[in-house]
């Protein structure tokens, strides 16, 4: 990832009100080999300290991929960046070969941070159903969902009371329930046993082999 990649797009960029072309990502066979995501050059500092420096890589449609690295490197500060949550001196992103200005990243991406837990007061079913109407998943994806990362047994605590382990199957339920075709994700795996990772990662290739893929960060997991 500390290759810089110097190319150019054909296509301009896409406009403030212009649709996110996202249809082409997904079922079809001929996506399976198409750039989806390409990051030509990330370059990130604070002060004087270099954060990232030239990082460039592909995502094609269907692929899963993990960031590997200790504590420290940038991996968050690089997520946060390519959502375009984290302003920085550069950040070249294209989206199926146009240039995808931060503004318009959050209709292509979904991040979900580290160590965050949304509506702490409330019920676990409770956030859950709200995301789902948010995006419009029916009852069964949301069963189906909650059967998948085990949180039956905790519908009814409040997030706030939810242990860590817990909280982790949470925020990948949300992210599953999501319809983004690119799922950003901060450490997702941190809290769960070598079965429950094997488990979950057969989730996540089944999301991505239909059209949305994920992007993985973890530190402690080799080979996402």
Not at 24 to 41: G, K, M, P, Y
Not at 128 to 139: C, E, K, N, P
Not at 183 to 211: C, K, N, T, V, W
Request: glycine residues 8%; aromatic residues 6%; contains cysteine.
């Amino acid at each position: 990832m500390d290759g810089v990649l110097h190319l150019a797009s054909p296509d301009p960029p896409i406009g403030r009100n212009t649709p996110l072309p996202v249809e082409a990502a997904c079922v079809s066979e001929q996506a399976d080999d198409q750039t989806l995501l390409r990051v030509d050059s990330i370059n990130k500092q604070y002060a004087d300290q270099v954060v990232l420096a030239n990082v460039a890589f592909d995502i094609q449609a269907g692929e899963i991929i993990g960031i590997i690295g200790p504590n420290g490197a940038g991996k968050t500060t690089l997520l946060e960046v390519l959502a375009g949550i984290l302003p920085a001196k550069s950040s070249d992103v294209h989206w199926l070969g146009r240039l995808l200005p931060p503004s318009r990243r959050r209709e292509a991406m979904f991040y979900l941070p580290d160590g965050v837990r949304p509506y702490q007061d409330q019920p676990v079913t409770r956030v859950l159903s709200f995301f789902a109407d948010v995006y419009r998943r029916s009852s069964d994806e949301i069963t189906t969902t909650i059967q998948a990362v085990g949180l039956t047994p905790v519908l009814h605590k409040r997030v706030h009371s939810l242990s860590k382990g817990y909280g982790r199957r949470l925020l990948l339920a949300l992210g599953l329930l999501t319809p983004h075709p690119l799922l950003l994700m901060d450490e997702p795996f941190d809290g769960f046993d070598l079965r429950q990772i094997r488990r979950h990662r057969r989730r996540l290739a089944r999301r991505s082999r239909y059209g949305p893929h994920v992007c993985p960060c973890d530190s402690s997991i080799a080979g996402c």
